[in-house]
């Protein structure tokens, strides 16, 4: 299933009255339907993705079910995604760890700094953490300040944990793993260029906004690109983005050196994952303007007011943010 978080059309009526317009979740059919699980069955009427996740073996059935049915429930049940506002499919994470997972990008990002490659890059997965109260959909990015000063894109695969898991093997790390999605770790470049000087961070230079979206897709609907390996699940599917139309980024989520499984395994060493957590693949070969610009592929650019970033992942989406300037933030 390709599963979204929605806010409905404002003053929507139903035959007991007004939907309260709060964040709600179904499915996409087709093109640009989203089946409303709330208008299709009472039980998900204050169902939340992160409820659906936390209670998956009671309601994914359900959910699965109605998705199979689809034909034949009334037009009533179903929404376009002209009318409906899509929001992040998780628009509040328990946490958010972004990995280091590209050899590509991190050897390229560092020569291009002066700097060898990091031989520990190879013994274990790295990440750090983010701000998960600071999640962004498709639409708008209101940004200021020195936020806007060299902005960066990144593009990145994400995973959500869909199960509570501790000390996991590789094996139980993928089976925890509920489904994937499209990440966009924006960067405030001059402000980490900064703070890191210090040896801690990213902190100011990431914790403004980070992109989820379109969709949360579940593992089956990818059964034909995730393919097993010795390191754990592979995801096969090519990334791309551009910046107002023109292509910048190519890649692909399976050459990521740490596969997700890794990981997972990884940060749930000797702590317990909760359903609800997502893990960022950290950004892929040529996936921002800071390695882009530094390989002279692009020539000191970086996103501005009314810019327009679209990342795309074969089979996950796309997502796509407009840059508006917003001198309050």
């Given amino acids: 299933m390709k599963l979204v978080s929605f806010l409905p059309p404002e003053g929507e009526t139903s035959q007991s009255g007004v939907f309260r317009r709060h964040p709600r979740v179904g499915a996409v059919i087709g093109e640009d339907r989203i089946l409303d699980f709330a208008r299709a069955h009472p039980r998900f009427a ?29 037009r009533e049940a179903f929404l376009s995604e002209a ?7 998780l628009p509040r994470p328990v946490s958010i760890r972004d990995g280091y997972a590209f050899r590509q990008h991190v050897e ?50 994400f995973c959500v944990i869909g199960r509570r898991v501790t000390s996991p093997t590789l094996e139980e790390a993928d089976d925890a793993i509920f489904g994937y999605g499209v990440m966009n770790d924006f960067s405030a470049r001059a402000l980490q260029m900064e703070e890191m000087k210090l040896n801690l961070g990213p902190a ?45 980024s190519r890649g692909d989520v399976s050459q990521m050196d740490w596969t997700f499984a890794e990981i997972v395994r990884r940060a749930a060493d000797g702590v317990v994952l909760e359903p609800g957590e997502v893990i960022g693949s950290g950004t892929v070969g040529t996936g921002c303007f800071l390695e882009l610009n530094g390989s002279k592929v692009t020539h000191d650019q970086w996103l501005g007011p009314g810019d327009v970033v679209s990342l795309t992942i074969d089979g996950l989406g796309t997502l796509t943010n407009s840059i508006v300037e917003d001198p309050g933030r």
């Fill in 46 to 74: 204050n169902v939340s993705m992160l409820d659906l996740l936390r209670r998956s073996a009671e309601l994914l059935p359900e959910a699965r079910a109605l998705v199979g049915m689809a034909s034949e429930l009334p």
């Fill in 83 to 89: 009318t409906a506002t899509l929001l992040a499919p």
């Fill in 108 to 157: 390229t990002a560092r020569r291009n700094r002066g700097l060898p490659m990091i031989p520990e890059f190879d013994d274990f997965p790295v990440f750090y953490f983010t701000n998960a109260l600071a999640v962004v959909g498709p639409g708008e990015l209101r940004v200021g300040g020195r936020r806007l000063e060299k902005l960066d894109f990144e593009l990145e695969c």
């Fill in 204 to 248: 100011k230079g990431k914790d403004f906004a980070t992109g989820l979206g379109p969709w949360l897709v579940t593992k089956d609907e990818l059964e034909g690109r995730l393919r097993p390996s010795p390191k754990g699940n592979v995801l096969h599917a090519a990334m791309t983005a551009t910046v107002n139309h023109v292509p910048v």
